[in-house]
Structures are given as C-alpha cells and as structure tokens.
C-alpha cells in the first residue's frame, strides 16, 4: 500500500490488537473475515462500561472487547469503497488506523455508541488512503473537492449522464447536484479521468515484456529475520510492562504522563496534581526513568535499544 500507515497513535498497547492488515490475498482476507465473525457485537451497556474502564483505568482488556467488537463494521465500510482502485485489504488496514483513532478520542459520557463515533473515523482513513493512491498530484485538497470526488458518480448516474468528457451544461448540472462551485467539478472530473501511468510500466505490450522492477535485486527482510524482530519488541513490551508495575504508584504514573503519553504532561500540570514543585517533578521522572532502565537492562540478554531516552 503506497499510503504510510500512521504511527503517531497515542502510546497504548491496543494498538497492537489490531493487526495491520491488508491480507496478502483473498484467501488470508476471507480468513480474516471469518476470524473478526467471532467477537460477539456488544450492547449499550456493554460499550459505555468497557469504554469507561478504558478512559478512566486504562483497561487494556476492555478496550481490546472494545475494539475487536466492532472490526466486522470496518470490513463492511471498507466493502464500500472497493470500486475506488484500492484492494479491500488495503482498505481494511486503513479502517482499523481510524478504529485505533476513535478508541483514543472517545468520550462515553457524550451518550454516542462507539459504533457511531468510530463510524466517522473508520471513513475518514478510507478516505485520506484512497485520495493519497490515487494520483501522484495532490487530490482533493478542500472539502468541496473531496465531495465531488467521491459522489461524482453516483451524481452522473442520478442525473442520467453517460459521458466521461463534461460539457458546460453537465458541469453546472452536477455542481447544483452537489451544490459546489462548478470550476470544482470540472477540475476533479478531469483528473479522474486520467489515472497516473507508472514509468515501471513495460515498454510495449508483448506478453513476455519484462517490466523495471522485475530485474531489480530483492531487499526485502527474509522471514527468519522478521520473526526475529517481533520477537525482540515482544520481549521489550514484556520487560517494560514488569518493571513499570514495580514502580513506586506516584513514580510510575509520573513516568507515563511525561514519556509514554501523548500528549505530553507539562510539569506545571503534574507539580500541581502533586503539590510538589516543577524540579521535584523532573526529579522524580529522571529517577523513574534510570530504575526502569536499569532494571529492563539487568534482565535482557538483548541490546540496550529495548528502551530508549525517546
């Protein structure tokens, strides 16, 4: 997927529930799909209490049922975008980066279903994917754009016209349609038109054409390799999350608001929740943090980088 999946997701571990699927082909898709089929569909009840356990407490568990409950709503979102050039997998992995987005962002006491919410955010990953893969020229920059791109069609279709090449009359007919400006309508209908062509792309059209690419070394990191690296962040999170816990109450939660959060505590925020001062603050963070480090060091046989100062 040309679209660089988001990784500045506040610093929880639910992020990690999510697999960052696309499915490599149809097969892991529709296995995918059976396996989301299992989490049951919560009620009312059910969301407002494992969201306020995970607002007010942090419960990774409850924003795991949270979350895993209403992955089958991504799929059906994304099913509904899938004539727009992008494989549904692609579109999936987006739909659960905006799923992630409103488990970070949601508030139970507004009295919205998470369903609701989540719907707003699920849609508008789609839609930066789908914008950003579809040309290399920047797409849809205003809102008025973006709503001619993705109605266009269905707006043709509404007022009968077949023709891929607007006349004047078409463009004003579409734009009362929409009710945006007419200028925007030519513009976005015109780049619609014509998709970008990869200078990849074979030099003539003989079936045993090679293209560019295909003669090109293969870089990739080899499974043994990748295994090895989820291994690695695996055991990380382990020691991290022992030895975290080990903390004094008033270190570990000093610790989290000023190097696992985002945003960031300021220390005015925290000397006053505290009543200490700015420097106690500071103090105690730089004291939390070297008794973590040292501690996950003590313990791993692997290299210094499993934490880090950033």
Excluded: C
């Excluded at 969201?51 to 509904?80: I, Q």
């Excluded at 045993?208 to 043994?224: C, H, P, V, W």
């Excluded at 004094?248 to 200490?276: C, F, G, M, Q, W």
């Amino acid at each position: 997927m040309n679209k660089k999946i988001k990784t500045t997701l506040p610093a929880t571990k639910t992020s990690s529930m999510v697999p960052s699927y696309g499915a490599g082909d149809d097969v892991s898709l529709s296995r995918y799909i059976n396996e989301i089929q299992k989490f049951p569909i919560l009620s009312a009840e059910q969301e407002y209490e494992y969201a306020t356990k995970w607002v007010n407490e942090h419960d990774n568990m409850a924003a795991e049922k949270l979350v895993a409950s209403h992955l089958r709503l991504v799929v059906s979102v994304a099913y509904d975008f899938k004539n727009y050039g992008l494989p549904v997998s692609d579109l999936i992995a987006s739909g659960n980066m905006g799923l992630m987005q409103a488990l970070q962002k949601f508030d139970p006491e507004r009295g919205f279903r998470f369903s609701t919410y989540a719907m707003f955010w699920i849609k508008a990953e789609i839609y930066e994917t789908i914008l950003n893969n579809w040309s290399i020229v920047k797409l849809g920059s205003s809102a008025n754009q973006k709503r001619v791109f993705f109605n266009l069609t269905r707006a043709k279709r509404a007022l009968g016209i077949m023709d891929n090449n607007l006349s004047d009359e078409q463009t004003k007919q579409i734009a009362e349609y929409l009710s945006v400006p007419e200028n925007d309508v030519a513009r976005m209908a015109t780049r619609m038109s014509a998709r970008d062509v990869s200078l990849n792309a074979p030099l003539n059209t003989d079936s045993d054409a090679k293209d560019i690419l295909s003669n090109m070394a293969d870089t990739r990191i080899d499974i043994e390799s990748g295994m090895e690296q989820l291994e690695f962040k695996r055991r990380g999170y382990e020691l991290l999350k022992k030895h975290l816990a080990a903390l004094p109450e008033r270190d570990r939660e000093i610790l989290r608001a000023r190097r696992l959060s985002d945003p960031v505590a300021t220390l005015e925020t925290l000397s006053k929740k505290y009543n200490i001062s700015r420097e106690r603050v500071r103090q105690i963070e730089e004291r939390a943090f070297n008794k973590l480090k040292s501690a996950i060091l003590a313990e791993s046989d692997t290299s210094p980088k499993l934490i880090s100062e950033e």
